[in-house]
């Protein structure tokens, strides 16, 4: 089970973290992503970590503004979210797949297995 927190309402430019607890995650080879939905609009990939090597994956959109990470001890993993927009709006979902998703692949939301449900990110302008 994944548990999404740390949504809320935030002014632009200022910063917000996500966290999402994934129980009972134990394969040491899962994919771990971040992905967004705007009202009315379709899902968009964030953001992805490997949970072996730590490797991380942007969308172009958010390059240089978040940052994931992840705490293998903790089974967690979290979006830093800083310099926020109003475009930024949306519900944040967290998903992991179990085993390695190729890179090709990792902004692609059938790719992940497991999903939770959501956390709202307002930010106003």
């Known amino acids: 089970q994944l548990q999404a927190s740390g949504g809320g309402l935030v002014q632009a430019g200022g910063s917000l973290r996500l966290s999402c607890a994934a129980s009972?995650?134990?394969?040491?080879?899962?994919?771990m992503a971040w992905f967004r939905q705007a009202p009315e609009k379709e899902r968009k990939f964030v953001a992805a970590i490997r949970r072996v090597g730590g490797g991380t994956y942007y969308a172009d959109s958010v390059k240089g503004r978040f940052t994931i990470s992840r705490d293998n001890a903790k089974n967690s993993f979290y979006l830093q979210m800083n310099s926020l927009k109003p475009e930024d709006t949306a519900v944040y979902h967290c998903?992991?797949?179990?085993?390695?998703?190729?890179?090709?692949?990792?902004?692609?939301?059938?790719?992940?297995?497991?999903w939770g449900q959501g956390t709202q990110v307002t930010v106003s302008s």
């Open positions: 009972g995650l134990t394969s040491s080879s899962a994919t």
């Open positions: 998903a992991v797949h179990a085993n390695r998703v190729i890179t090709g692949l990792v902004h692609n939301s059938y790719s992940y297995t497991y």
